[in-house]
């Protein structure tokens, strides 16, 4: 067995999904492995990780809205505003996409589906600079 980690740093455009595919699966083939588990663990609690739709747009889109519904920008709901309106619902909403996902290698190749794309899911409205923790290990 071996192993490999590294850190990928990702711009984000402020809330929605961001496609991280092309550069996990870049740093996956580097690796040169072909059995294996990769973990993605995102180091923030007000962006989350999802393997989503990667073909139409709207079904992102839809996704995205559904988040602003479920968890609002009231400030009349939440006590805690330390970062402006836009930070307790973004922790809510990293909370119930969660900041981890597992996926098998086989082959040398992630086995996503054919639609399916790693995103980092944004909840703040400005841009921010978000760190994704890789492990690989396999052989």
Not at 43 to 65: K, M
Not at 72 to 84: F, L, M, V, W
Not at 91 to 112: E, F, K, N, Y
Not at 122 to 135: D, F, G, I, M, N
């Amino acid at each position: 067995m071996r192993q490999a980690a590294t850190v990928l740093n990702i711009g984000t455009k402020g809330q929605g999904l961001a496609d991280v595919t092309a550069s996990i699966r870049a740093w996956v083939q580097e690796q040169a492995m072909g059995c294996g588990l990769l973990t993605i663990f995102c180091q923030h609690t007000s962006a989350s990780l999802l393997i989503q739709e990667n073909a139409a747009p709207e079904a992102r889109r839809d996704l995205e809205a559904y988040f602003t519904r479920i968890a609002p920008e009231d400030p009349t709901a939440y006590e805690h505003d330390d970062e402006g309106p836009d930070d307790m619902p973004a922790h809510l909403r990293a909370a119930l996409t969660g900041v981890q996902l597992s996926i098998p290698l086989i082959d040398g190749q992630l086995a996503l589906g054919t639609w399916q794309g790693i995103y980092v899911f944004e909840h703040r409205r400005t841009p921010h600079r978000r760190t994704l923790a890789l492990h690989l290990i396999g052989d």
